[in-house]
C-alpha cells in the first residue's frame, strides 16, 4: 500500500514536472520568435490561462508553420524569380519613370523590396455590379486564345458562377490551358461537388490549396489560407479584387447579413504579366511544377505606349517579403494631407495601424472608415468595437454599411492615390495569408474610387463618440476580452 502511495505520488510530481518543462519549453518557443510584443503577450496569456488546451491552440495557430515541402520551394522560388524580374526590367517601356509627389515613397518601397517600378497599364475598370463583372469575365474567357489562370479564396457553384464554369469547360476543350488554384477551406464545398471532376476530366488542371487534413495540424498551421482573387487571361487581361468565386444572389443566403458587396478590377497590358509571375509562384508552392515563362514570351506582352495607368502589385504570404503590404500601409496613411477613405469587412488593425489612423486624424486629416453593421464573424465584431473608442477620441469617423456585408477592401489617399485588393484591415490578412494589393497611382481611378466609397457612405450611419461612450458595460468587458485575442484574429 505504502509502495502505491510512493509511486502516485512520484507519478504526481513527475506530471507536474513535465507540465511545467512543457510550458516553460513553449514559452522560449514564444520569446525567441519575432514577433510584436502585444501578439506574444497574447499568446503567453493563452498559454498560461489554458493549461495543455493553449499550448495545443498554440502549436496549431501559433507559428508561421508551412510543412517542409512547401518552405523548401518558398525559399527556392525567388531565385528563378529575381532573374525572370531583372528581364522583365529590360522592357524599360512598361514601367513607369516618374510617380505623382504623393504616391513616390511607396512605390520607391515597392521597386526596393520586389525589384521592379510602378508598371504602365493599358486601360483599368472598376466593377462594382458582380452581375456585370461576371457578363465581362464570361465574355473574356469565351474569347480566350491561349491560357486562362485563375486563384480564388471561395469557388461555390451557383448562379452566374455555372456560367464561368460552362465558359471554361468549352475553353478548355478547344486547347486554352486553364489552370485553377482554389483554398481547400475556402473552396470546400466546391471540392465535396461532382464539379472537380466535370472540370478536370475536361482539361481543366485543378489544385486544392493548401489541404485541410487532420493528420497535418502539428505539421502546417492549418489557418494559414490562399486568400487571393486573380484571373489573368492570355498574358493580357487580368481581373482583382475582394469578389470572390461566388454569385452574391446565392452565397450565405440563410447567414441573415444580406448580400456581400464587393468590388472587382479588370486591366488590360503587361501587368497581367507581372501577375502572372505570382501565380506562378503560388502554383510551385502547391505543385513543385516551374512554370514562369521563358524570357523571350516577354516579346509577346500587347502594350500602348500612351498608357496613363501606373500600378504596383503587393503580393504577400510564404516566399513574399514579409510585412510588405503592412509596410505600404503605413507609408500611405502617413503620406496624407488631406483625406483618407477606407472600406473594410474586418476592422481589426496592428498597433502602429491603429496609432498611425489616430495620429493622421489628430493633425488634421480628415479619416473615414467604412465597415459592415452586420458580420459573418462574431469574434471579428467583438474585436473591431475594442477600437473604436481610441479612433473616435481622436476625431476619425467610423461609419457602418446597413445594406449587406460591405466586403470592398479599399484605401483611398488625398483621392490620388488608391490601394485595393483582398486585404482585410486584420492580424490574419497583414501577416499570414497569401493575399494582393494594387497600388494605383491615378487620379481618374481615384475619382472613381471616391464616388463608389461615397456611393456606400450614403448608405451607412455614423458611430457618434459621445452615443458610443454610454453603451452597457458588459459591452466593454466583451470587447476588452476579444481585444486580448485581436493579435492572434
Keep these: 500500500m505504502i509502495f502505491i502511495i510512493t509511486l502516485c505520488i512520484i507519478i504526481n510530481w513527475l506530471s507536474i514536472l513535465c507540465y511545467w518543462l512543457l510550458i516553460a519549453g513553449v514559452t522560449l518557443r514564444v520569446i525567441m520568435k519575432r514577433r510584436a510584443v502585444p501578439a506574444a503577450m497574447s499568446w503567453l496569456l493563452v498559454i498560461y490561462i489554458l493549461p495543455i488546451f493553449g499550448i495545443i491552440i498554440y502549436l496549431l495557430f501559433g507559428e508561421f508553420n508551412l510543412d517542409k515541402n512547401r518552405k523548401q ?7 528563378s524569380t529575381t532573374k525572370w524580374i531583372e ?16 504616391a513616390k515613397s511607396l512605390f520607391k518601397l515597392c521597386e526596393h523590396r520586389q525589384g521592379f517600378k510602378g508598371i504602365k ?42 456560367k464561368v464554369t460552362e465558359a471554361l469547360i468549352i475553353a478548355a476543350r478547344r486547347g486554352v490551358s486553364c489552370r485553377l488554384i482554389l483554398d481547400s477551406a475556402g473552396s470546400m464545398n466546391f471540392f465535396h461537388s461532382s464539379y472537380p471532376s466535370i472540370m478536370r476530366a475536361a482539361g481543366i488542371n485543378i489544385v486544392e490549396a493548401l489541404n485541410v487534413n487532420i493528420l ?15 484571373i489573368l487571361i492570355d498574358n493580357y487581361i487580368a481581373y482583382t479584387g475582394s469578389m470572390n468565386m461566388v454569385d452574391p444572389h446565392f452565397f450565405k443566403k440563410n447567414v441573415g447579413i444580406g448580400q456581400w458587396i464587393d468590388i472587382m478590377t479588370r486591366m488590360e497590358g503587361p501587368i497581367a504579366t507581372a501577375m502572372g509571375m505570382i501565380f506562378s509562384c503560388d502554383w510551385e508552392i502547391e505543385t513543385g511544377e516551374h ?51 477606407i472600406t473594410t469587412p474586418y476592422l481589426v488593425p496592428s498597433d502602429d495601424l491603429l496609432y498611425a489612423l489616430c495620429t493622421a486624424a489628430q493633425r488634421g486629416v480628415k479619416v473615414y472608415i467604412i465597415i459592415p453593421r452586420n458580420n459573418d464573424s462574431l469574434l471579428v465584431t467583438w474585436a473591431s468595437r475594442a477600437f ?12 457602418q454599411f446597413e445594406n449587406g456585408l460591405l466586403h470592398t477592401k479599399s484605401v483611398l489617399i ?16 497583414l501577416w499570414l495569408n497569401f493575399e494582393i494589393t494594387l497600388v494605383i497611382d491615378d487620379i481618374n481611378f481615384s475619382n472613381a474610387l471616391s464616388k463608389i466609397q461615397n456611393n456606400y457612405l450614403t448608405h451607412s450611419s455614423i458611430i457618434e463618440a459621445k452615443i458610443w461612450s454610454q453603451r452597457p458595460y458588459w459591452q466593454r468587458i466583451i470587447e476588452k476580452l476579444f481585444y486580448l485575442l485581436s493579435p492572434l484574429l
Design 121 to 162: 497599364v493599358n486601360n483599368i475598370q472598376l466593377l462594382t455590379n458582380t452581375d456585370d463583372a461576371f457578363k465581362m469575365l464570361i465574355n473574356d474567357i469565351y474569347q480566350a486564345k491561349n491560357n486562362i489562370e485563375i486563384i480564388f479564396y471561395i469557388w461555390q457553384s451557383g448562379g452566374l458562377v455555372d
Design 414 to 429: 488625398d483621392e490620388q492615390l488608391s490601394l485595393i485588393g483582398t486585404v482585410n484591415l486584420d492580424m490574419r490578412s
Design 216 to 230: 497535418h495540424i502539428f505539421i502546417r498551421r492549418m489557418d494559414l489560407r490562399q486568400h487571393r482573387k486573380m
Design 388 to 399: 473604436f473608442t481610441e479612433l473616435l477620441e481622436a476625431g476619425v469617423q467610423i461609419y
Design 87 to 102: 528581364n522583365l526590367k529590360t522592357y524599360q517601356c512598361i514601367f513607369a519613370s516618374q510617380n505623382s509627389e504623393l
Design 291 to 341: 512554370i514562369l515563362p521563358p524570357p523571350q514570351d516577354v516579346n509577346l506582352i500587347p502594350f500602348s505606349t500612351n498608357s496613363k495607368y501606373i500600378i504596383q502589385i503587393i503580393a504577400s504570404g510564404p516566399g513574399f517579403p514579409e510585412g510588405f503590404i503592412h509596410q505600404a500601409l503605413l507609408i500611405s496613411i502617413y503620406a496624407a494631407r488631406k483625406k483618407i477613405f
Design 73 to 79: 520551394r518558398s525559399k527556392a522560388i525567388w531565385q
